[in-house]
T-cell receptor, first 111, second 116 residues
Framework: QQQVKQSPQSLIVQKGGISIINCAYE??????FPWYQQFPGKGPALLIA?????SEKKEGRFTISFNKSAKQFSLHIMDSQPGDSATYFC??????????FGSGTQLTVLP | GAVVSQHPSRVICKSGTSVKIECRSL??????MFWYRQFPKQSLMLMAT?????????EQGVEKDKFLINHASLTLSTLTVTSAHPEDSSFYIC????????????FGSGTRLTVV
């Protein structure tokens, strides 16, 4: 059973545009929601994360919006740059400390 | 801080041979290490969880006799793919919780295994 659903599968954005990736979860026991950025042939790197007690967190050009009642959260990348082209994974963690990953979104930012 | 060093980054082996992948926590003690497998254009799938000094816990469908995990020290965990076959070709990634932190993980850089 897929516990974290991620969309879209792929996304193409013009340089300077806004990239939006959405995730939905089912398990209400999850209490930590990170986003990871992965470049080809590399391990994932933590981008930004949020706890369910806040509705939004911003770090530079990256913002997480969190809707606890809808069990949804999203990543917004403002002023997208070609260097942001990568695969992005949302994830969720519960008390077992295991991460459940979304299916990933391949972002391409056109110059 | 909180770096996990994973080696090798790439390995090609012949079918039927065994391959060992190492993950070392460089500046913290990793009492737990998670091992993932990632196929091309797919997400990370948890294979097993290793804890220092005890047997690893494998996810359903993962053959524990094929994927041997050892976590003999607080800074080293290894994954050995035994009698490798072409279908074992994949990207293997380790990850450890940051010491003392309830949340947050550090990932290794991954190992690309190709079995020919």
């Amino acid at each position: 059973q897929q516990q974290v659903k991620q969309s879209p599968q792929s996304l193409i954005v013009q340089k300077g545009g806004i990239s939006i990736i959405n995730c939905a979860y089912e398990n209400t026991a999850f209490d930590y929601f990170p986003w990871y950025q992965q470049f080809p042939g590399k391990g994932p790197a933590l981008l930004i994360a949020i706890r369910p007690d806040v509705s939004e967190k911003k770090e530079g050009r990256f913002t997480i919006s969190f809707n606890k009642s809808a069990k949804q959260f999203s990543l917004h990348i403002m002023d997208s740059q070609p260097g942001d082209s990568a695969t992005y994974f949302c994830a969720a963690q519960g008390s077992a400390r295991q991460l459940t990953f979304g299916s990933g979104t391949q972002l391409t930012v056109l110059p | 801080g909180a770096v996990v060093s994973q080696h090798p980054s790439r390995v090609i082996c012949k079918s039927g041979t065994s391959v060992k992948i190492e993950c070392r926590s460089l500046d913290f003690q990793a009492t737990t290490m998670f091992w993932y497998r990632q196929f091309p254009k797919q997400s990370l799938m948890l294979m097993a969880t290793s804890n220092e000094g005890s047997k690893a816990t494998y996810e359903q469908g993962v053959e524990k006799d094929k994927f041997l995990i050892n976590h003999a020290s607080l800074t080293l965990s290894t994954l050995t793919v035994t009698s490798a076959h072409p279908e074992d070709s994949s990207f293997y990634i380790c990850s450890a919780p940051r010491q003392g932190a309830v949340y947050g993980y550090t990932f290794g850089s991954g190992t690309r295994l190709t079995v020919v």
